[in-house]
């Protein structure tokens, strides 16, 4: 044996070597499939040789190219081609899990990956016996992102699944199945036994597929590992996990199975639900801190969700603890998107936050993101609830919370595009020739028409409800909730005890902007004629006129620079679309709450919407989340960009995160990191619910934007997630770029 | 109620004094450093700045300016400076923002407007309000107003001083100041002279003086290639520094207010504002000092006692 390859490797090399295969594997995806503008989940293609491709559309709604396995077919059970229901969803789901091939790595301590999304399977992805063509008009009236056929965006318990295991989990459904007689109920069960089933065959022809490369593995340290491997997970095919790496073992399989099925996979406070697991295994000293983060960081290498550190507990003390910072410890050493967020809070350790900006310093990657978590818990009794619940919710996606496996609210899932809103009040007031056009005629029609698109939001979202159980059932949260066994009903259908419906405004900047320039521009100054900006407007500011036009509207004062009529459009913007959302619950009574966020599909709903009188051209991209357009201010303070987005927030719970671009000029000094941190805390203090931010080295980025393959590693914070550079839609990068360079 | 020529207010400043700030910027400066990066706080009167690559050449300009400052010939619009009568009329229809207007009087009522936006994030980061320019010793009594009215608010205040100003005028801010940063660019006169257009006596004075004070001072040297990037002058200004604090430690009760040394790199960020305001960057063959030379003056500071940074 080679004494070099024989050498002991230390957990920093291990973790090295990780990074590295990660790599590989993210430009594989580059060349086969693309670019991907959303989180980057882990997923490692099919072998070569065994990939389909396919169109679809992801679980956020963006189209991609998918690779499948050439040698896996579902079997439909509906003559449109679509696989639909509990049974047949959790019987394809269980085959798919059968063929699925194993993957082991013998230098991480945690065995498994995914390899295909089985929701690109499931074409149509809507039964069409449940027609919602009566919706159709609307909804595309207002380009909403109306959430009919939304999945997952909820969180589950995982101390279920911990305290179960598959074992018992499948005990479980078998017991309940005896109680609940009902035909709901018996398919129900049916699709989670599958799904139960199918995970135990994964994990046991993994350990297998461990075991029989220990054998030839001539490496004495990775051999050994490789049999830990084998031992663990025959164990956890059944069995709850024991120790700390048992549990992130057992975390690993929940969540790959989670985002190989409907891309779900939401963590919440890993820090809070490892915890035991730690605490147990230091005592008995089978662990040490270093192992801890090499073991979290073999997880999240392959997962790279949404997860929550630090916190009020139900009481409101702190839940801070030193898992949390090993959490933060691993996510620095491997230096990929992981979507890790830090609490921050009167009673939260400020030294968590600071811990935190040092590592967006150290490591340029926009990880962490920082969650006021005293203001989305407030926000979130207003809706009528205790405040222990509200800090109960736990950070568990893109910008969102939820009740770890009590809740279900199809977040950051519906989206009411309020440029494209606006445009039809305006176009509306404009085509009608009984009225003088005025600002109050353009904001009465646009406020009518955002209760109508929320009306017509809250219709759907029943319908949704009424029939997605059918269609395609929340099998692998289902899992793990309270409720969904022992009600033998889908989350999405009365399975768990809250539902809270997010439903999102978004494009808040394009339309207080296009306000302040019309009242300036054609009421203040009259420089404009209502005729001449409709034609304006209508030909995309075509020609020299048009574009001058175009360049004299976007002069005007805009939101976030402070004091504007644009800031108090935004406020008054914010406030009725709160209130159309709070005013009252859908049609069968479900409660909705409103947030201000676009995700990355403000490229997405740009599309839909024609020219705006801020200046903006046809079809290019509305604004980002709650924040004020790049070039904002010629100073683009970041203060007065926390005050502007403090002030618009909704405040039920539910987020408007503020998104902030730094240039390399902010040197990670002590007075820089103070600074951030101080900025952080007052945004907080302010109103504010989320921060994300991107501090970005600028000649590497353009250098990336040019060729993305000069730095493949290079991470960027997006939007509520963050993602290789590389793997970005060049118009996406062109986002990125846009927001870094206006602070110039 | 005092008001002068202000030609910007940034916020969210956090390298000129503690925490997170609004640096207030004056206009009007005696000294004439050839590298300045602030070109437009140098005179004290209002000037129309001139941004060619964002003209669009649309020639509203040019039907607006009441002393034909304008012209647009082949298409291309051409800025006359020594005909502008800096009226303004032409930034009005300028839709491109390639004409600005550089200074606006401003009463202290305006200013604090802006400056008390950011009261919340003094607060949590210790921070508070600069006055830099131009040379706020050069208005005094306007300058004189904010920093009155920042501490009647109960936020921290600072100034940044070339030093180039009358000591009383100097003097009459320090009572609501509570930290002077101060630049010291050449101690050897004659070289002071020549790469700033004047000579240092008063400035040396005024440094003198401000020692002898309770007042917290950062000295500052901006560390320019062809001026002050030896080893040797940044020596004398380092012992310089280090008398002052002797003698401010000798003084008895006051010693317990710093003097600290910052060392800036020379950089070339401000050369698009020469273009636009017509003037001449001489500064534009010269390259930034490199890291490991500013490290190398650092420790020439540190070595002799001094609490220095650079950046």
Redesign the interface.
């Known amino acids: 044996m080679d004494v070099v390859t024989a050498k002991e490797l230390t957990y920093q090399e291990r973790i090295e070597r990780l990074r590295a295969t990660k790599m590989r594997h993210t430009e594989e995806k580059w060349r086969d499939i693309g670019v991907l503008d959303m989180d980057d989940h882990g997923l490692i293609l099919p072998p070569v040789g065994s990939r389909r491709y396919v169109q679809v559309i992801s679980g956020s709604g963006v189209p991609m190219k998918d690779a499948l396995f050439a040698d896996f077919t579902p079997k439909s059970n509906h003559p449109s081609g679509g696989i639909f229901g509990a049974r047949a969803c959790g019987e394809n789901f269980h085959a798919l899990l059968e063929m699925h091939p194993t993957y082991v790595d013998p230098v991480s301590s945690l065995a498994g990956c995914y390899m295909v999304n089985f929701l690109s399977y499931r074409q149509p992805a809507w039964n069409p016996d449940f027609d919602f063509s009566h919706l159709k008009v609307e909804h595309e009236l207002y380009g909403l992102h109306h959430g009919i056929g939304a999945v997952q965006h909820f969180c589950q318990d995982m101390t279920i699944g911990f305290t179960l295991g598959w074992g018992g989990i499948l005990a479980k459904i078998k017991k309940y199945r005896m109680i609940n007689r009902d035909e709901e109920a018996q398919e129900l069960y049916d699709g989670l036994e599958h799904f139960v089933l199918g995970m135990q065959t994964w994990i046991e022809k993994t350990a297998r597929a461990a075991r029989e490369m220990a054998e030839v593995e001539e490496h004495p340290q990775l051999r050994e590992n490789l049999i830990q491997i084998a031992d663990m997970n025959d164990r956890l095919i059944a069995s709850p996990p024991q120790t700390f790496r048992e549990a992130c073992q057992w975390m690993l399989w929940y969540q790959l199975a989670g985002k190989m099925y409907n891309m779900g996979g939401s963590l919440g406070r890993i820090d809070q639900f490892l915890y035991p697991f730690y605490v147990r295994d230091v005592e008995r000293a089978i662990l040490n801190d270093e192992e801890a983060i090499f073991h979290l960081a073999c997880h999240f290498v392959m997962d790279t969700s949404y997860t929550q550190l630090g916190g009020p507990d139900a009481s409101g003390n702190d839940s801070t603890n030193r898992l949390s910072y090993l959490v933060l410890e691993a996510v620095h050493r491997l230096k990929i998107p992981v979507n890790v967020g830090v609490s921050v809070g009167e009673k939260v350790d400020p030294a968590l936050l600071r811990r935190g900006v040092e590592i967006l310093f150290e490591d340029k990657t926009g990880i962490p993101k920082f969650l006021g978590v005293d203001r989305t818990s407030e926000g979130f009794a207003r809706n009528g609830y205790p405040p222990a619940l509200g800090r109960e919710r736990a950070y568990s996606g893109c910008h969102w919370c939820a009740l770890p496996g009590r809740e279900y609210t199809v977040n950051d899932c519906v989206k009411i595009n309020l440029a494209r809103v606006f445009e039809v009040a305006l176009q509306e007031m404009l085509a009608d020739t009984s009225v003088t056009p005025s600002m109050a005629a353009v904001w009465g029609r646009f406020e009518r028409h955002v209760r109508r698109s929320v009306a017509v939001v809250a219709t759907g979202l029943d319908f949704h409800i009424d029939h997605m159980y059918r269609v395609f059932p929340e099998l692998h949260l289902d899992l793990l909730c309270h409720g969904p066994i022992e009600r033998g009903r889908d989350a999405s259908h009365g399975g768990v005890e809250y539902v809270n419906l997010c439903v999102d405004g978004s494009g808040l900047a394009t339309v207080a902007d296009s306000f302040a320039a019309l009242e300036k521009n054609l009421e203040l100054e009259t420089r404009y004629t209502w005729g001449q900006m409709r034609q304006f407007l209508a030909s995309d500011w075509d020609g020299?006129e048009g574009?001058?036009?175009?360049?004299?509207m976007?002069?005007t004062a805009r939101y976030g620079s402070?004091?504007s009529r644009a800031d108090e459009y935004a406020v008054r913007i914010s406030n009725i679309f709160t209130a159309a959302v709070k005013e009252k619950p859908t049609p069968h009574g479900y409660n909705m709450i409103p947030g201000l966020f676009s995700w990355a599909a403000n490229l997405l709903l740009g599309k839909d919407v024609g020219a705006t009188p801020n200046g903006r051209h046809a079809h290019a991209m509305i604004s980002h989340g709650p924040n004020p357009d790049p070039g904002f201010?010629k100073?683009a303070?970041?203060?007065?960009l926390?005050?502007a987005v403090a002030a618009v927030q909704p405040g039920y719970g539910n987020t408007a995160p503020m998104q902030v671009d730094f240039d390399p000029g902010?040197?990670g000094?002590q007075?820089?990191i103070?600074?951030i941190a101080?900025?952080i805390?007052?945004h907080f203090?302010?109103g504010g619910t989320q921060v994300n931010i991107n501090i970005l080295d600028k000649k590497r980025l353009l250098e990336a934007h040019e060729d993305p393959s000069r730095h493949p590693g290079l991470v960027v914070r997006v939007t509520g997630f963050s993602a290789f550079f590389g793997s970005l839609s060049p118009e996406m990068r062109q986002m990125v770029v846009d927001r870094i360079l206006s602070q110039e | 109620m005092p008001s002068d020529l202000v030609f910007?207010i940034?916020?969210?400043t956090?390298?000129d004094g503690?925490?997170?700030r609004t640096t207030v910027f004056v206009k009007g400066c005696a000294m004439g450093c050839f590298w300045c990066h602030n070109p437009e706080g140098r005179h004290s009167y209002r000037e129309l700045q001139y941004f060619e690559d964002r003209c669009?050449h649309?020639g509203?300009c040019v039907h607006v300016c009441p002393s034909q400052a304008h012209d647009l010939r082949d298409g291309l619009h051409h800025f006359l400076r020594d005909r502008c009568r800096v009226t303004g009329e032409c930034v009005k229809v300028c839709?491109?923002?390639a004409l600005e207007m550089n200074g606006r009087v401003m009463t202290v009522d305006e200013v604090m407007?802006?400056v008390l936006?950011?009261r919340?994030?003094y607060?949590?980061?210790?921070?508070g309000v600069t006055i830099s320019g131009g040379e706020p010793g050069l208005n005094a009594d306007f300058v004189r107003g904010i920093l009155g009215r920042c501490k009647g608010e109960g936020l921290h205040t600072a100034i940044e001083t070339c030093g180039y100003c009358s000591w009383s005028a100097l003097e009459s801010l320090l009572p609501f100041t509570d930290l002077v940063m101060m630049d010291l660019k050449v101690i050897t006169p004659e070289k002071h002279r020549l790469a700033t257009g004047n000579t240092n006596e008063q400035i040396l004075a005024n440094a003198r003086r401000l020692a002898a004070t309770a007042m917290p001072i950062i000295f500052r040297t901006p560390i320019v290639p062809t001026v002050n990037d030896t080893v040797e002058e940044v020596r004398h200004i380092v012992a310089f520094i280090a008398d002052l604090i002797a003698l401010r430690t000798r003084g008895g009760a006051n010693h317990r207010s710093r003097i600290s040394y910052e060392l800036l790199a020379f950089h070339k960020l401000g050369s698009v504002k020469y273009r636009s305001l017509g003037l001449e960057y001489h500064a534009i063959a010269l390259d930034p000092p490199k890291r490991r030379h500013m490290e190398e003056l650092l420790v020439l500071a540190t070595e002799a006692g001094i609490e220095a940074t650079m950046?």
Do not use: W, Y
């Open positions: 020299p574009e001058r036009a175009r360049l004299m976007r002069k402070g004091g201010r100073d303070a970041p203060t007065a926390a005050l902010v040197s000094s007075e820089s103070d600074s101080a900025l805390r007052t203090d302010l | 910007n940034q916020r969210f956090i390298h503690p925490g997170i669009i649309c509203e839709c491109s923002g407007e802006e936006r950011d919340p994030f607060q949590t980061s210790g921070g950046r």
